[in-house]
């Protein structure tokens, strides 16, 4: 695809099938494992009242997130995406069933919880390359930008009312959320079903070390695509704070599931108040300037967050990490997907879906160990002045990234008319 006869309209991205059913069952999964989210944050650090416990949800994803992912972008290369993330929202749909089975049989210690969380992050690393790659495949090309900034929009809504939906249904006690989030994810899985296979350039090569490691190979020549990523990696990683919000919920704002809910909510609002804002006016000059400040205000909204000890604050902090968070995203989707071949799409998401699972889930677990060595304020506050200090680094260690005007696909066509 590669015109769109509704590219003036900005929803015209919605009278494509596939796009619709797609984004609803995004809406339903992202829905049901934020709510997941919040029973799990709450229920561990109920039963251990220990912030390293906190970080080891993010560990338990993460480790065989890190295993799978490149093996898993090869995947998405090789068969059909589709059916791909219908596979995993079935698998996601199996822990929600686990977790509400420990709870029924009255769980009393949290390594069985650990147990079904690597079975998610096993399940959520075949999901990402297939999501990422699939989305351009949906829409003609001139409409990609607005896809991307409406998925983000749905995407964040979700995220703004799973967290508030979790914390309310965890008063009746974890089984109630876990019951209704398999519910959710059974949706899920019928609406991707109705999807139909969108085109798509396969390979045929075999699993080997060569054909795993192409996506990585492509991102290494590429100091655009490497420079975007890593800096999310290296900024994200070091300000995970959300990752201690249950404890800071507690022990600093004193507020129980229902403010915790809100406070998982905050980030996302200011995320989908940007998506929503990019949708009607999508960044298309000072490309870099733009990238550089959205990582900056997330690390000055962490450093916020530590400082405070006033819940309206804190909301506030949590709204502008989140402004920034999807500036950058915005911005890094749209470069890696522009500039990498269709072919080899899957295993380029994969990369990125490393850098994205290592500040995500990996930085929830350098939080936690830090809170644990140094107190949970101080973790809070080290952990924001470092994503400011890597977003200076990569502005000078990536001039061609930071000095960016236009994305590269645009200053192609630019230069052909």
């Not at 099938?17 to 984004?23: A, G």
């Not at 039963?47 to 997130?65: K, R």
């Not at 996302?268 to 870099?288: H, N």
């Not at 809070?380 to 001039?399: D, Y």
Request: proline share 4%; net charge positive.
């Amino acid at each position: 695809m590669t015109s769109d006869p509704d590219s003036g309209s900005r929803y015209g991205v919605l009278r494509y099938r596939n796009f619709r059913f797609y984004l609803a069952a995004r809406l339903l999964s992202t829905l049901a494992v934020q709510m997941q989210s919040v029973a799990i944050g709450w229920q561990v650090y109920a039963m251990t009242g220990d912030v390293f416990d906190l970080g080891l949800i993010g560990l338990a994803q993460f480790a065989p997130f890190l295993l799978l992912i490149l093996y898993a972008g090869h995947v998405a290369d090789r068969y059909d995406r589709r059916k791909i993330i219908t596979g995993c929202i079935l698998a996601q749909l199996a822990c929600g069933l686990g977790l509400l089975a420990l709870t029924f049989m009255g769980l009393q210690v949290v390594w069985p919880i650990f147990a079904v969380l690597v079975l998610f992050g096993s399940a959520r690393a075949f999901m990402m390359p297939a999501s990422q790659a699939i989305l351009i495949n949906m829409v003609p090309t001139d409409s990609f930008g607005k896809a991307v900034a409406l998925s983000s929009s749905t995407f964040h809504v979700a995220v703004i009312v799973g967290p508030v939906l979790g914390g309310l249904l965890y008063l009746a006690g974890p089984k109630t959320v876990y019951l209704i989030v398999a519910m959710l994810l059974v949706l899920s899985a019928v609406l991707m079903l109705m999807t139909r296979s969108t085109p798509q350039v396969t390979h045929k090569e075999p699993a080997t070390w060569h054909s795993v490691m192409e996506g990585l190979r492509f991102v290494w020549s590429r100091p655009v695509v490497l420079g975007a990523i890593s800096l999310d990696l290296f900024a994200v990683l070091f300000g995970g704070a959300t990752a201690l919000l249950p404890a800071i919920a507690s022990d600093i704002l004193h507020v129980g599931p229902n403010g915790l809910g809100l406070l998982r909510t905050a980030p996302a609002l200011g995320a989908a108040a940007t998506s929503i804002a990019l949708t009607f006016w999508p960044i298309t000059r000072r490309v870099g300037v733009w990238m550089f400040g959205g990582v900056a205000l997330f690390g000055a909204g962490t450093v916020v967050l530590g400082l405070t000890g006033s819940v309206v604050v804190a909301m506030g902090a949590l709204v502008l990490m989140g402004v920034g968070d999807m500036v950058s995203v915005y911005i890094r989707h749209l470069l890696v997907q522009f500039e990498t071949p269709d072919a080899i799409r899957g295993r380029v998401s994969a990369v990125n879906s490393v850098f994205i699972g290592a500040s995500n889930e990996l930085g929830e677990f350098e939080s936690g160990i830090t809170a644990g060595w140094f107190g949970l304020v101080p973790a809070i506050l080290i952990g924001g002045i470092a994503t400011l200090a890597v977003t200076g680094a990569w502005a000078l260690g990536f001039p061609v990234l930071s000095k960016m005007d236009r994305f590269p696909h645009a200053s192609k066509e630019t230069k052909k008319e």
